[in-house]
């Protein structure tokens, strides 16, 4: 078995909304085909982290980032980087599910087409493709010409992480992709994340301290902006080297 990679290295990374820096010399390492939880209480500084590893941040005025971010050891704030392409290899799957407003099978079809994929055969395999990863093609295979927005919240969610895979990409990142959903769509989708990290490495910002400890491989605990700590889960969550991160873990604040 060959050794895990480093999929992802961030390098003395600061972002400042104008005057107000949110994120301080942050170093992380993220591993090939693993689950890595962010983890810590609101405004902590996590989801803009989160979106700084696809440089979604950029949509934002007065963002000003330093630091390095690599992906696959190329650094993406370097001046020749295509966002687009950026994008297209690292997905984003957001808090509330947001379908377009077209067919299941439009939707999955939309990104293989905008990279200039046309034939009915091959978007054809690709939509069962996305859908069966995604744990939606059993319910969704005889209704694919209707419409996504009257699938439940939870197939919603899984139709958009569908939508992220139809276009190959290397790396998911989901922001809280189940504090909307119910218990049993919830517990899908946390399922799914364990599937899919066979084939893709995945950072998922959480509020849920059980998710986190189910789901994930390596924990990172995020306060004021700092990342206080980094480790292997059940480390994390059983003897934390930080006072501040036990403190968070127990309840104590957050």
Same mark, same amino acid.
């Given at each position: 078995?060959?050794?895990?990679? %480093? ?68 650094? $993406? ?19 509330? /599910? ?12 939309? +990104?293989?087409?905008?990279?200039? $994929? ?5 978007? %054809? ?24 927005? +009257? ?17 190959? /990409?290397?790396?998911?990142?989901? %922001? ?38 189910? $789901? ?19 480390? $994390? ?9 036990? %403190? ?7």
């Amino acid at each position: 078995m060959k050794p895990v990679e %480093d999929k992802i290295k961030v390098e003395k990374l600061n972002l400042f909304y104008g005057q107000n820096q949110a994120l301080f010399e942050t170093d992380l390492t993220v591993k090939s085909n693993s689950v890595t939880a962010l983890i810590g209480p609101s405004g902590c500084g996590k989801s803009t982290f989160l979106r700084t590893l696809n440089r979604m941040n950029d949509l934002i005025e007065g963002v000003k980032i330093t630091g390095n971010v690599f992906v696959d050891d190329k650094n $993406i704030y370097s001046d020749d980087t295509d966002i687009v392409s950026l994008r297209k290899r690292v997905g984003m799957v957001f808090q509330r /599910p947001n379908p377009f407003p077209m067919s299941i099978y439009d939707n999955i079809a939309y +990104g293989p087409r905008i990279h200039g $994929i046309k034939k009915k055969a091959v978007l %054809d395999e690709i939509v069962e493709r996305s859908l069966v990863q995604a744990a939606l093609w059993d319910e969704v295979k005889d209704r694919l010409n209707k419409s996504a927005l +009257g699938l439940s919240g939870g197939q919603q969610q899984r139709l958009c992480i569908a939508r992220l895979l139809a276009v190959e /990409p290397d790396v998911l990142l989901m %922001d809280e992709p189940t504090s909307a959903l119910d218990p049993i769509s919830t517990l899908k989708v946390e399922e799914l994340t364990q599937t899919l990290k066979e084939n893709y490495t995945i950072i998922i910002v959480t509020h849920n301290m059980q998710q986190a400890a189910r $789901i994930s491989d390596v924990t990172a605990f995020f306060l004021n902006g700092y990342l206080i700590e980094t480790g292997e889960t059940d480390k $994390i969550f059983t003897t934390p080297n930080d006072q501040r991160t036990e %403190d968070y873990i127990t309840g104590r604040f957050g």
